[in-house]
C-alpha cells in the first residue's frame, strides 16, 4: 500500500508561479503511474498531470498544458508539479494519486489520494 502527502501550495498573483511536491511511502511505485489532480468545490475531481514509471511518458490537461511540468526524484520518492504563469481558474485543492501501471484517463482508475494542497490564484 502506498500514502502520499502533498505539500507547496499557497496564496499567489496572477501570472505567478508554485511547485507543489508529492511525498511517496510504502510499496514501491516503479510499475505505476503518478497523476496530479484538482478540485474546485462543488465540482468534480480532474487529472492535470500524470507521469508513468512504466515507460516514462507524461500526459497533461489541455488546459494546463506548456504552463505545468510534472517531474519526480526517484532517490526521495518524491513527485512535482511545477506550476507556471498560474491563473485564477488553476484555483484548488491539489491532490496526487497512484494508478496501475500507466496513466490512465479515468479518475476512478486512481487511489492513495492523500489530504491535498491549496493553491489559491488571486490578486
Known amino acids: 500500500q502506498v500514502q502520499f502527502v502533498e505539500s507547496g501550495g499557497g496564496l499567489v498573483q496572477p501570472g505567478g508561479s508554485l511547485r507543489l511536491s508529492c511525498a511517496a511511502s510504502g510499496s514501491s511505485l516503479n510499475y505505476y503511474a503518478i497523476g496530479w489532480f484538482r478540485q474546485v468545490p462543488g465540482k468534480e475531481r480532474e487529472r492535470v498531470a500524470c507521469i508513468s514509471n512504466s515507460d516514462d511518458r507524461t500526459t497533461y490537461d489541455d488546459s494546463v498544458k506548456e504552463r505545468f511540468i510534472i517531474s519526480r526524484d526517484n532517490a526521495k520518492k518524491t513527485y512535482y508539479l511545477q506550476m507556471n504563469s498560474l491563473k485564477p481558474e488553476d484555483t484548488a485543492v491539489y491532490y496526487c494519486?497512484?494508478?496501475?501501471?500507466?496513466?490512465?484517463?479515468?479518475?476512478?482508475?486512481?487511489?492513495?489520494w492523500g489530504q491535498g494542497t491549496q493553491v489559491t490564484v488571486s490578486s
Open positions: 494519486a497512484v494508478a496501475a501501471l500507466y496513466c490512465s484517463s479515468y479518475v476512478s482508475h486512481y487511489n492513495g
